[in-house]
């Protein structure tokens, strides 16, 4: 997916109208976005349960002290 969608719409020898580069920055800004879901939210997804078992244990020990929830 790399090499398949953006070197394509890079290299090509073409001068866009307007319909053609509105495509090209439409599909570069998607690229952006499915990168930055792939990159960032999927990988905390995966690992939400850890997240809440930690989440959980730092509450446990907040009250095993008598801390505060604000501090």
Same mark, same amino acid.
């Given at each position: 997916?790399?090499?398949?969608?953006?070197?394509?719409?890079?290299?090509? #020898?073409?001068?866009?109208?307007?319909?053609?580069?509105?495509?090209?920055?439409?599909?570069? *800004?998607?690229? !952006?976005? !499915? #990168?930055?879901?792939?990159?960032?939210?999927?990988?905390?997804?995966? #690992?939400?349960?850890? *997240?809440?078992?930690?989440? !959980?244990?730092?509450?446990?020990?907040?009250?095993?002290?008598?801390?505060?929830?604000?501090?």
């Amino acid at each position: 997916m790399l090499i398949l969608i953006p070197l394509p719409l890079f290299f090509a #020898s073409t001068v866009y109208g307007v319909h053609g580069l509105t495509a090209w920055v439409v599909i570069g *800004i998607l690229w !952006c976005f !499915c #990168s930055a879901f792939t990159v960032v939210l999927y990988p905390l997804w995966e #690992s939400r349960v850890a *997240i809440a078992q930690i989440a !959980c244990g730092v509450t446990k020990v907040r009250l095993f002290f008598g801390l505060p929830r604000h501090v």
